[in-house]
């Protein structure tokens, strides 16, 4: 490939003149050659290793490793380092060759595209990375642009043509591009080749939409715009041919300028890694430096005197010297505390969960035949942290699929359907839609219902007419008529397309257009339209209007457009219309409608001729042409006259507001930022459930000033500080974030406000003195919806959250206004729907429709969180058990770097023996069935308090680490202290131990993993088993004869595996090690999941105890009935209090007319109030009725047990009457059996919404049912009955095992089934079937008699020994005894036997006599 | 060029192309959508207490069983180093290193220790366990195949490795480790009576492991071992050359001398115990060491005191499991004992 580019100074300004290479050689611009590949053969592998090195956790390795080469410090042989380090950079150097692979065969196929260039006056094929600047090419239909064109002629007339942009924008359909005059006759080779216009523009940038510059040609001067120019990238299509001037080539094109690298996204486990990486580093080096001290005095107190043996080193000359090499020696030794791979390995479990997650068929769209997909794999475990979405509504929430609904002419709305009675008809009842067969050309699938806009049409209402003539005429639609009467629009935006199709259906038929006519066929006529300007639509502007001139010659303005926009361009006399318009158009956003307004307005001739003028000077322009165009354009459009409004529905995509139900369950705050009107927004805002009528008091901030919209967030804040609901919800905040002042008030809010902004207001509410007042107020409600946003301010919005908040965020989007927004965010979506790709490029994850959100965080995230938290704790752990040995060696190595293993089992241990099994739990662990993460949104909260990994659950992982590399090292070394082989042999040799201690850290780190891991797929069985298998085969092969033969200086341990493991002290040393690691652990966990489970321990737990498979969710075998009983906890709460359903909340916004529920709906909010609520965490009535069945085991419970409902008035602070009831789940010991034999179980069977009054019992509840018989027989009890104050509706939050309950007495219900449950089990296993208060007792005796009997026995073996060697025993009787044995050295750390440490703190019998040895008598 | 580009854009119409024709639907297996049949580990209340039912038992067991056999071991210790003062501190002084020294111990068993008695030596402080000291050996002229140590990389310069006052001749055995080797010769003597002496009978082979005095350790081939060992110097702290360290078998001199190989195996700790001699067990002695008067003839040349180290000779019989101490036995009960303890508390909450 040739190379491409050489470094230019940048430029001020870009002139190319046609035809003449010459000239523009003097320039340099670059060629038409792309490289996006990074490396060649010969500079890859130093760029890459460059590159690499650049990796703070790579230098390190490489500084370890010289380090190592210095033979007064190396402790370690080279190949521990330079193994794994070799590894890891060949395998990431593997994966950049193959990414710069592809590179170059994308790179060589573009570049050797060929391209048709005039050349000296004749088309040649050239290959598209020999075009120059300055060169006219020749494109044909359906070809590639090569390079940024100057159009300068097509097939078409006027010097049209077509192109498809979706490579560069993702906007599938065509947009037209325009030669200017001038060169659009240049039709013929011979001309184009005569032509030396000169080119001058600004120089290259990546805005697609923006061209500025100037031809210069036969001494005049020609603007140049956007529309002028075929940008590299796109496709010529419905063009035969045309020509086009290269202005900027290859790495300068727009196409290539726009592929920048992306910002790089770090997670927040990422930084806390980081931090906790530089802590250990300190940790390290105050381990070197205590090793390095210790060496220095040893060096001099005993070194010195030891030289006899062993010399120093000669570049030795002092002890601290000596000291100070060791501390290099041991920080080589130690530093596998942060091990190279956990970098590896994090990454290599990101990008299992991210292809998960494009597997995933759940997330796989049918229709769009796309699947989901992470466009960043380094951000998964982010997901499972999110605690503020930020969603766009359009064609995120809604399909995008916009639909004609109503629309209001001049005064009179159409679009509603009334029955007999008047009243307005719902959907079901609709009668037939309007038969639009009277025009041919009529789209078949276009329905409207009101059959009186179609009456209107055909009797000739002439204000009717000349709506649909605007509709037909105003708009940049293009039409393809494949045969004749089938008409396809391409619109580029789904609104117009709506527009355009209802005027072709009412009889006003857009047919087709050139640049200069529009022919449309009206009521059955063709009529051609002279075409006289556009003036087009952009987000400022908010409107566009095209001025025709019709076949009478009369000139008019046709206008549509935002109505805030619009309605003040009207003109006065058209008041009273705009009353009734507005009215309609506050209806119809009501219904979350978009809206737009129509306009017309009659030109005469000389003012449009002087008007155009204007037009083309300021188009001439060269500075500031857009503002001056806008200046002109705004000046025509005034005055106007209101011809009518539109509506058009923009439907929710399927599952919207179940999606949102679900992550507001979740704890995740959703806030709504759109560019649509405050009514359209709100109301979305409800049909999607973000309000409901549950909410207090919506907010709405519409001021203009300052002034207002401080006052109103003002007033906000204090109606929300004054209500009387003043229980706290805001528990999570207030535990994540105590100190933080800012929030801590109003965080504490009860009840659910809603706040609504509007963008002017937003403006100001973002600016720096109030951006604070206003996340405050935002972020003590339920919803926020921002309306009328720019793209910009939703980018501010979410940056304000992210900076503030410290939480994570999500932005979710479809468009190209969402992109700041999606690249602001911690995590982007994009919906790949209908608005192109943009926001798909600019994502992290992308998939086709809303609802998979809830799959990405609830499941995938929260897994990914999980897995990686987990991943963390045992990495952590493993490397702590594995180094901290070390450490403890040096204390009896004298301080000399010598390392307790064998060599190859320092490379070895991270890379082999215990890599595979944590990185097995790091990709497949679950802890509960993903059904489940669904059913129990709070089992998200973990992941937004960070609770799982975070400082203080290092520490603990720390903790434990050390405390095994203790026991892996101090219990051998009891043991080895004075044992001996069964042969008479040493035991005590240093490669015994090495092996003892090597393999017993193997077998806890395993076992330890096999503990963690909480879902045992076959591949953790392979990995973990497997794991074991190769510790040993390598063991036994690294200790063999045959290796030791060929290299008897590198394998020194031969034989030692055979003979140590054959040994059964060092089997019994291992297992003891193993128990007295792991036991405490499991206990930990035990008595945590029996005293403080979290939510998932008890969903998981559930499931297990019901024997759930947790695929099918069959019911298996019979599940022994006793474990039934323990769990069944769940009956229907006792019917609510009378007169539950209140009057509707003060404050809530009624709703206006019943509006149908979406589809796969849930049941009407009021079903549920005679039902008993499902049991669900926080759960609202209108929320998913389902998650409380799943609760239910299938087959019917067996046992009931008691709920007790109290009232929250009664609960110190209660107030929050809203949330009056809860449900504490309570059992008393026997609850299970007080139910009466006759009595029915106070549960639905399966499957059934919610249950009905009690049936009876399942059959196969026998024991449980006799047991139930034998007690004693009692009605349920209820908790004592309640007054009942006014507004409490339903059943609004049931508190569900959630530890962090608010609730003074929050855990109480938990603890007690808890430990209830365990004493039960207990119960069982003793097989005591009721132990009273005797058999207790007698159980207590025995433990205590247990205990003391051992007591008795350790102490008595040890002062029989003490004695013994007090009175001589067979030591030395008879002759004075030197030294008895056994009493020598009794402080200090001289091996001794275990029984002096174990049994002499005690205190029995170490008087002081005892332990002062008897003096030494002499020698004879 | 000096942007680097992201090639997205143009590998995604790639993608686009290519899979135009296939769906995308992911493949339904087990492992894309995460329903790999899998056991799911609960830690339940059941199995937690009968786990360590079980294990408390198990170790209770296994206690209870050590510690009854650590005591039926018979051991008895005498440091030596006090006891044998006169020479200690002749050895203080390396000039005297070719004068003898003898000491003699008389110690009373009251018991007979039955079977097997092992006799070790047992060094106080003395380091074997120092990185440089483990490294200062060649295993390759151990073995006999580099007598010269020619292969042997040396990192840096290793103390005795070529005799420094003899031209630099490579030293066999070289190295720190065979050049401090444990040279007292201890002998038992059994006193019948005041007036009869008889030594105990020892047996000097069998000591050893035997992957190491049939792999780890080999003799240079040749006809007779002074002529394999020629061009080679002794170790400077030697008084005589390894090939004539036991000239009564041959089996037992040059590297295959089974004192030298024990010593070569270097300890763990700072204090260790290495087997010296096995008693041969017959005539008097088939039983195994009956009660009686005893005495340890001992030549004192290893010098302690230098390093404030201590000496002694331990005469010890074994069990099933090894000479095995309190210790595991201790700390097996002591964890037996403390799981029904555990799960006492767990399940009495009743």
Redo the contacts between chains.
């Keep these: 490939m040739a190379l491409?580019?050489k470094?230019r100074p940048p430029e001020e300004e870009r002139r190319a003149r046609a035809n003449d290479r010459e000239y523009n050689e003097k320039f340099q611009y670059a060629s038409n050659c792309?490289?996006?590949s990074?490396y060649n053969i010969l500079t890859f592998l130093p760029v890459n290793l460059f590159e690499q090195f650049q990796e703070v956790a790579n230098t390190y390795f490489l500084f370890l490793l010289i380090l190592q080469l210095i033979?007064?410090v190396?402790?370690l042989s080279w190949f521990t380092t330079i193994v794994p380090l070799v590894l890891v950079l060949a395998i990431t150097a593997v994966k950049d060759a193959t990414d710069d692979y592809?590179?170059h065969k994308?790179?060589n196929q573009?570049n050797n595209r060929q391209s048709q260039v005039l050349i000296d006056g004749s088309l040649q094929q050239e290959q598209w990375m020999n075009v120059r600047v300055g060169d006219i090419i020749k494109l044909e239909n359906n070809q590639f642009v090569a390079a940024d064109l100057l159009l300068l002629s097509s097939s078409e007339p006027h010097g049209l043509c077509y192109i498809e942009t979706a490579?560069l924008d993702g906007e599938t359909n065509m947009k037209v591009r325009q030669a200017i005059p001038v060169t659009s006759e240049l039709g013929d080779i011979s001309r184009l080749a005569k032509f030396d216009g000169e080119v001058v523009c600004e120089p290259p940038n990546n805005k697609l939409d923006k061209f500025s510059g100037a031809l210069y040609w036969k001494e005049s001067k020609f603007p140049l715009s956007n529309q002028n120019m075929l940008l590299r990238?796109c496709v010529l299509r419905n063009t035969e041919w045309c020509f086009g001037l290269v202005v900027f080539a290859g790495?300068d094109t727009k196409?290539?300028q726009n592929?920048?690298?992306?910002k790089f996204k770090r997670t927040s486990i990422d930084r806390l890694m980081n931090t906790l990486v530089l802590w250990i580093f300190g940790f390290l080096v105050c381990m070197g430096v205590i090793l390095a001290i210790g060496n220095a005095i040893w060096e001099h107190e005993?070194g010195t005197?030891?030289q006899?043996?062993?010399?120093w080193?000669?570049?030795v000359d002092s002890a601290f010297f000596s000291g100070f090499l060791s501390f290099w020696?041991y920080i080589i030794i130690l530093n596998t505390v942060v091990p190279i791979s956990l970098y590896v390995s994090v990454e290599v479990i990101r990008l299992g969960h991210s292809?998960?997650i494009?597997?995933?068929?759940?997330m796989?769209c049918?229709k769009k035949?796309?699947?989901a997909e992470a466009r960043t794999t380094t951000l998964n475990e982010e997901l499972g942290q999110v605690e503020y979405v930020f969603s766009d509504k359009t064609g995120t929430l809604t399909q995008n699929v916009m639909v004609f609904h109503k629309c209001s002419v001049r005064g009179r709305s159409y679009g509603d359907v009334f029955d007999v009675l008047g009243h307005k008809a719902e959907l079901g009842e609709r009668p037939q839609p309007v038969d639009f067969s009277f025009n041919p050309l009529a789209d078949k699938k276009f329905l409207f219902w009101d059959p009186t806009l179609l009456e209107a049409v055909k009797v000739g209402d002439p204000h009717t007419h000349e709506f649909f003539r605007l509709l037909s005429l105003c708009h940049t639609v293009m039409s393809e008529e494949k045969n004749e009467g089938e008409l396809y629009y391409k619109a580029q935006s789904p609104d117009e397309g709506a527009l355009v199709t209802a005027a072709r259906n009412f009889g006003f038929v857009f047919r087709s257009r050139t640049p200069k006519t529009i022919t449309v066929h009206e009521m059955g006529t063709a009529v051609t339209y002279q075409l006289l300007a556009i003036l087009d639509f952009n987000n400022i502007r908010k409107r566009m209007s095209v001025i025709v001139r019709n076949p009478e010659g009369r000139i008019r303005l046709y206008c549509k457009g935002a109505d805030t926009i619009l309605l003040d361009r009207l003109h006065p006399s058209t008041q009273e219309l705009l009353n009734t318009t507005t009215d309609h158009l506050n209806e119809y956003a009501g219904e979350g409608l978009r809206t737009l307004v129509l306009a017309y307005k009659d030109l005469d001739e000389e003012y449009y001729e002087e008007w155009a003028q204007r037009r083309l000077q300021a188009s001439l322009a060269q500075d500031s042409r857009e503002d001056r165009l806008a200046s002109v354009y705004e000046e025509v459009e005034s005055d106007m006259m209101l011809l009518g409004a539109t509506a058009i529905e923009d439907r929710l995509q399927q599952g919207v507001p179940e999606t949102i139900a679900l992550l507001t369950l979740a704890n995740i705050k959703i806030w709504v930022l759109t560019g649509d009107k405050q009514e359209t927004a709100v109301n979305i805002g409800y049909s999607c459930k973000m309000l409901t009528d549950d909410v207090t008091e919506v907010f709405v901030v519409t001021g203009h000033t300052v002034l207002e919209v401080r006052e109103e967030l003002r007033k906000a804040r204090e109606k929300m500080m004054d209500s009387p609901h003043t229980v706290g919800n805001g528990f999570t905040c207030q535990e994540k974030r105590p100190s933080s002042k800012l929030t801590s008030v109003l965080e504490a809010v009860a009840g659910e406000y809603a706040l609504v902004i509007n963008g002017h207001s937003l403006a100001h509410a973002l600016e720096a003195d109030m951006e604070l007042e206003f996340l405050e107020t935002a972020c003590a409600c339920k919803a926020v919806i921002c309306c009328r946003v720019t793209p910009l301010q939703k980018a501010q919005v979410v940056e304000l959250v992210k900076k503030h908040k410290k939480a994570v965020t999500l932005a979710i989007g479809d468009g190209a206004n969402d992109v700041s927004m999606i690249k602001t965010a911690h995590i982007g979506v994009g919906i790949s729907g209908q608005e192109g790709i943009q926001a798909v490029?600019a994502s992290d994850y992308s998939f086709s429709q809303f609802k998979f959100l809830q799959r990405l965080l609830l499941v995938h995230g929260r897994?990914s969180y999980l897995r990686m938290c987990k991943f963390l704790c045992y990495f952590f752990y493993k490397n702590f058990a594995f180094t901290m040995v070390h450490f403890w060696f040096g204390f009896?190595?004298?301080f000399?770097?010598?390392t307790v293993y064998d060599q190859y089992f320092i490379t070895l241990y991270n890379i082999v023996y215990t890599s595979l099994p944590v990185l097995a739990m790091g990709v497949?662990d679950?802890d509960v069935p993903?059904q489940r993460s669904m059913e129990y949104p709070k089992l998200y909260e973990p992941g937004q308090l960070n609770l799982l990994f975070n400082k203080r659950e290092f520490f603990i992982c720390i903790a434990q680490g050390i405390y095994a590399s203790v026991l892996v090292f101090f219990?051998p070394?009891?043991?080895?202290?004075?044992?001996?082989?069964?042969?008479?042999?040493?035991?005590?040799?240093?490669?015994?131990?090495?092996v003892t201690v090597a393999t017993s850290l193997v077998i806890v780190v395993s076992v330890q993993i096999?503990?963690d891991?909480?879902?045992?797929?076959?591949?953790?069985h392979f990995f973990i088993w497997g794991s074991l298998a190769v510790y040993f085969a390598i063991l036994f092969a690294m200790h063999s004869?045959g290796l030791?033969?060929m290299f008897?200086?590198q394998f020194?341990f031969?034989?030692?595996a055979?003979?140590s493991l054959a040994?059964?002290?060092v089997w019994?040393?291992i297992a003891?090690t193993t128990?007295?690691c792991i036991?405490p652990v499991?206990?930990f966990?035990?008595?945590k999941?029996?005293l403080k489970p979290d939510l998932s321990d008890t969903v998981?737990?559930r499931?297990?105890a019901w024997g759930w498979d947790?695929?099918s969710e069959s019911p298996r075998a019979r599940v022994p009935a006793l474990r039934a009983a323990w769990w069944s906890r769940e009956i229907p709460p006792p019917p609510l209090c009378p007169g539950g359903s209140g009057p509707p909340p003060r404050g809530v916004r009624p709703r206006r007319g019943p509006s149908p529920p979406p589809p796969g709906a849930l049941q009407p909010a009021g079903e549920e109030e005679e039902g008993p609520a499902p049991l669900h965490a926080e759960a609202r009535p209108h929320q998913l009725p389902p998650l409380g069945l799943r609760l239910r085991p299938p087959g019917g419970l067996r046992g009931a047990h008691h709920v007790r409902q109290e009232h929250a008035a009664q609960l110190p602070g209660a107030g929050r009457l809203r949330h009056a009831l809860r449900l504490r789940l309570d059992r008393e010991p026997a609850q299970e059996e007080e139910r009466q034999p006759g009595q029915p179980p106070r549960q639905a069977p399966e499957g059934g919404a919610p249950p009905p009054p009690p049936a009876p019992l399942p059959a196969d509840s026998g024991p449980d049912r006799a047991q139930a018989q034998n007690q004693k027989q009692k009605g349920p009890r209820l908790g004592p009955p309640l007054p009942c104050p006014g507004p409490v509706g339903r059943l609004k939050s049931l508190y569900f095992f959630t530890p962090s309950d608010p609730h003074p007495r929050g855990r109480e219900p938990l603890f007690l089934n808890y430990?209830?449950?365990?004493?039960r089990?207990?119960?069982?296993?003793?097989g005591l079937a009721c132990?009273s208060r005797r058999v207790?007792l007698s159980?207590?005796c025995v433990?205590v008699w247990?205990?003391f009997v051992?007591?008795i026995?350790?102490v008595e073996?040890a002062s029989e020994?003490l004695l013994c060697c007090r009175r001589g025993?067979?030591?030395?009787?008879?002759?004075p005894p030197?030294?008895p044995?056994g009493c020598?050295g009794w402080l200090g750390w001289?091996?001794c036997?275990?029984?002096r440490l174990?049994?002499g703190p005690w205190g029995w019998w170490s008087t002081e006599e005892d332990l002062v040895p008897s003096e030494?008598p002499?020698?004879? | 060029?000096?942007?680097?580009?992201?090639?997205?854009?143009?590998?995604t119409?790639?993608k686009k192309t290519s899979q135009i024709c296939q769906?995308?639907?992911?493949?339904?297996t087990a492992l894309?959508?995460?329903?790999?049949?899998?056991?799911?580990?609960?830690?339940?209340?059941?199995g937690?207490?009968?786990?360590?039912f079980a294990?408390g038992a198990f170790?209770?067991g296994?206690g209870i069983i050590?510690?009854l056999s650590a005591?039926s071991i018979?051991?008895?210790?005498?440091?030596?180093t006090?006891?044998?003062?006169n020479c200690a501190e002749l050895r203080e002084d390396?000039i005297n290193f070719d004068k003898e020294c003898t000491?003699?111990?008389?110690?009373?068993?009251?018991?007979t220790m039955q079977g097997?008695v092992?006799l070790?030596y047992k060094l106080y402080?003395?380091?074997?366990?120092?990185?440089?000291?483990?490294l200062?050996r060649?295993?390759?002229q151990?073995?006999g195949?580099d007598l010269k140590v020619r292969?042997?990389?040396i990192?840096?310069?290793t103390?005795f490795f070529k005799d420094q006052s003899h031209n630099g001749t490579p030293i066999a055995p070289c190295g720190?480790i065979a050049?401090?080797i444990f040279n007292d010769t201890i002998i038992l003597s059994y006193n019948l009576n005041s007036s009869i002496h008889m030594e105990v009978p020892m047996l000097r082979s069998?000591?050893?492991?035997?992957?190491?005095k049939y792999?780890?350790f080999r003799n240079p081939s040749a006809i007779n071992l002074s002529s394999a060992f020629t061009g080679t110097a002794k170790p400077p702290y030697w008084s005589k050359p390894v090939y004539e360290l036991d000239l009564e078998d041959t089996e037992n001199n040059g590297f295959l001398n089974d004192d030298f190989i024990?010593w070569m195996?270097?300890?763990?700790?700072?204090?260790?115990?290495?087997?010296y001699r096995?008693l041969n067990r017959v005539q008097y002695f088939i039983e195994g060491l009956p009660a009686g008067?005893y005495s340890f003839n001992i030549t004192y040349n290893f010098?302690v005191t230098?390093?404030?180290g201590e000496k002694s000779v331990v005469l010890?019989t074994?069990t099933?499991?090894?000479?095995?101490?309190?210790?595991?036995g201790?700390?097996?009960?002591?964890?037996g004992?403390s799981?029904?303890?555990?799960?006492?508390r767990?399940?009495?909450?009743?």
């Design positions: 491409c580019a470094k792309i490289k996006t990074k033979p007064q190396s402790s592809f590179r994308s790179d573009v490579e990238g790495p196409l290539m592929s920048g690298r992306t005993v005197r030891f006899v043996y062993l010399p080193d000669e570049a020696s292809y998960f494009n597997w995933d068929r759940k796989f049918m035949q796309t699947p490029l897994w009896f190595c004298g000399s770097a010598q497949f679950q993903e219990l070394y009891g043991v080895f202290a004075e044992a001996a082989r069964d042969d008479g042999a040493q035991l005590a040799d240093y490669q015994s131990f090495a096999g503990l891991t909480g879902y045992w797929t076959a591949i953790n004869d030791f033969r008897p200086n020194r031969v034989g030692n055979q003979s040994q059964p002290t019994l040393t003891l128990v007295v036991l499991v206990a966990r035990f008595l999941l029996s998981s737990a499931l297990s947790p695929v430990t209830r449950m365990y004493r089990e207990a119960r069982d296993l003793l132990p207790r159980l207590i433990c247990f205990h051992f007591f026995w350790q073996g020994r025993g067979w030591s030395t009787g008879g002759y030197p030294q044995p020598t001289d091996p036997p275990g029984l174990l049994v030494s002499s020698s004879p | 060029m000096s942007q680097k580009y992201n090639p997205i854009t143009w590998r119409k790639m769906s995308k639907l992911p493949d339904n894309k959508q995460q329903q790999l049949p899998a056991y799911r580990l609960q830690l339940s209340a059941t937690v207490l009968s786990g360590f294990t170790c209770l296994v050590l510690i005591k018979k051991e008895i210790e005498i440091k030596y006090k006891i044998c003062a390396a000491c003699s111990i008389p110690f009373y068993l009251s018991e097997n092992y070790y402080g003395f380091y074997q366990n120092l990185y440089r000291y483990i200062s060649s295993n390759s151990l073995v195949t292969l042997y990389l990192w840096y310069n103390p720190a050049n401090s069998g000591i050893t492991w035997w992957t190491d792999v780890k024990v195996r270097t300890a763990a700790f700072p204090t260790f115990k290495k087997l096995r008067n010098p230098r390093f404030k010890s074994l099933w499991s090894g000479g095995s101490s309190l210790f595991l201790l700390a097996y009960t002591v964890t004992s799981l029904p303890g555990r799960n006492y767990l399940s009495n909450n009743c």
